[in-house]
């Protein structure tokens, strides 16, 4: 070799070097298949175990699952943040379920809808979902055994709660067995290429609102749609012309539409909480929360009373709301939401004393605050 086409002597410790550290990946990697084999051996292990103890048919333990998460989430060191790790675990989490049961989820459909990108969030994509076209079909799916579980939207960041889900409770003995808090970002889709070509705007009443603002900015005059979902809105738009919606980029790829904008929510911290619903309650996790339907006698300070008992034991309510009862005009039930699960020593205290105050008293679910 001449002395001018000579490797520097820098460079050629580089190349060793990148050659070692790629060797340390590989060698990393052999050992993660290893460890991944094994983990997944343990949960099936587990599952035996739970079967020979006659503890039900259910693979599915969000108190569990949350706990594990955690476990993972604290003290993260990095580099990978904590978003990426509990990606990646819950993609674990539901490939060791799959081999023990496939788990069949319905949510508010059709595909592309949010719902669906929450169901994905917190279950991994090890699990068969089934789109279905209203809430009260999601409560019936599994109610009726077709499904294990159901996913629907509760409340929005902006816009408040989704009164159809809680109305289902008053009528459904399912239970809330998990959360799911999933960020929202709007895109303007269509099938045409330029804002000025829109004649008509489709979206969930939700989605609309929680766009007003750029919409009456950009879209002065259009007029605007409320559909079942945002992925039914991509579904039409994708079969019509002139006409756009307001769902997510997943929406667009599924449905072969033009993103005309993104990120047209009026609050950048735009959030929607899911809830899954079982048949089966969910176990104490260590950082729950639970829901009661509530209704009370109609005479001055009845929710003053069954409020007080949450304040003389220390608990602390996060949301109440109302909803009419559809007993008699006027007469309303109240959805509560507070810290902790019902088998902890405070909260049990707290409702023994609400019912014995209250009209009646219905329990939704105790379950793990969201991860991540």
């Known amino acids: 070799m001449t002395e001018e086409n000579a490797a520097p002597q820098g460079a050629v410790g580089e190349v060793e070097r990148l050659a070692a550290v790629r060797a340390r990946i590989d060698a990393l990697d052999l050992q993660l298949r290893e460890m991944l084999n094994e983990r997944a051996r343990l949960a099936q292990e587990v599952g035996h175990i739970k079967a020979e103890l006659g503890a039900g048919d259910s693979c599915y333990r969000p108190a569990r699952e949350a706990q594990v998460l955690r476990a993972i989430q604290a003290n993260n060191p990095g580099p990978l943040s904590d978003e990426a790790l509990l990606r990646i675990y819950r993609e674990i989490i539901s ?44 409560f019936r799916e599994v109610e009726a055994g077709g499904a294990d579980c159901g996913v629907v939207p509760v409340e929005n960041s902006t816009e408040g709660v989704v009164t159809h889900t809680l109305d289902m ?19 303007l889709l269509a099938r045409v290429t330029a804002v000025t070509e829109i004649t008509e705007l489709l ?64 609050e950048p911290d735009n959030t ?40 003389q034991h220390v608990v602390s309510l996060t949301r109440i ?15 509560l939401d507070l810290e902790g699960h019902a088998q902890d020593p405070a909260v049990a205290a707290a409702l023994a004393a609400l019912t014995e105050r209250a009209a009646w008293v219905k329990r939704l679910g105790s379950y793990p605050v969201a991860v991540g």
């Open 95 to 138: 490939a060791c379920l799959a081999l023990e049961k496939t788990l069949r989820i319905a949510y508010l459909g059709p595909e592309g809808t949010y719902t669906q990108a929450a169901v994905f969030k917190h279950f991994g994509q090890g699990v068969q979902t089934s789109p279905l076209g209203a809430i009260d079909e999601v």
């Open 169 to 187: 409770f008053a009528r459904s003995n399912l239970r809330i067995c998990a959360e799911i808090v999933l960020p929202v970002h709007h895109c």
């Open 203 to 266: 979206s969930h009443a939700q989605s609309l609102a929680q766009c007003r603002e750029w919409l009456d900015r950009h879209l002065p005059g259009v007029p605007r749609r409320a559909v079942t979902s945002n992925g039914d809105a991509a579904r039409q738009v994708a079969a019509g012309t002139g006409i756009a919606a307001v769902a997510s980029r997943e929406a667009a790829r599924l449905y072969g539409l033009n993103v005309l904008a993104e990120n047209i929510e009026d």
């Open 272 to 311: 929607t909480r899911f809830l899954v619903i079982a048949r089966d309650d969910a176990e104490v996790s260590g950082r729950d929360k639970t829901s009661l339907m509530v209704a009370v006698d109609n005479r001055p300070g009845a929710l003053f009373r069954v409020l007080e008992p949450f304040h």
């Open 321 to 335: 709301e109302s909803r009419p009862s559809r007993r008699g005009p006027w007469d309303y039930n109240f959805f």
